[in-house]
């Protein structure tokens, strides 16, 4: 998987603005990147070092509609948490930097 593709964006909830002041972050990625992968890209675009990655994956939620259709109230997701080490400086998704 190429890096520039990896990381998506930002998670934005409560929890996770809260973690952001313990080095915390929760970043949406894409469904096939692996923890190396994201902790290649974060080291390559933005200069920061992990030092755990978890993997969470939402599975969707069908429901039955009308005339048989279905109905995905919650599409596939998938997010890693990663927790950087005390050395390293914060993460700042905004400045998405390629070189």
Do not use: W
Request: no cysteine; net charge positive; charged share 30%.
């Amino acid at each position: 998987m190429h890096l520039s593709s990896v990381i998506i964006g930002p998670v934005v909830t409560e929890k996770s603005e809260r973690n952001k002041a313990l080095g915390v972050y929760t970043i949406r990625v894409g469904p096939h990147a692996t923890k190396i992968d994201v902790k290649n890209a974060l080291r390559k675009y933005f200069d920061v070092e992990a030092a755990s990655v978890r993997v969470l994956r939402t599975r969707p939620k069908v429901r039955s509609g009308p005339k048989g259709e279905q109905i995905e109230k919650r599409h596939r997701s998938k997010r890693m948490i990663i927790r950087l080490t005390k050395k390293s400086k914060a993460l700042d998704l905004t400045k998405f930097q390629t070189s």
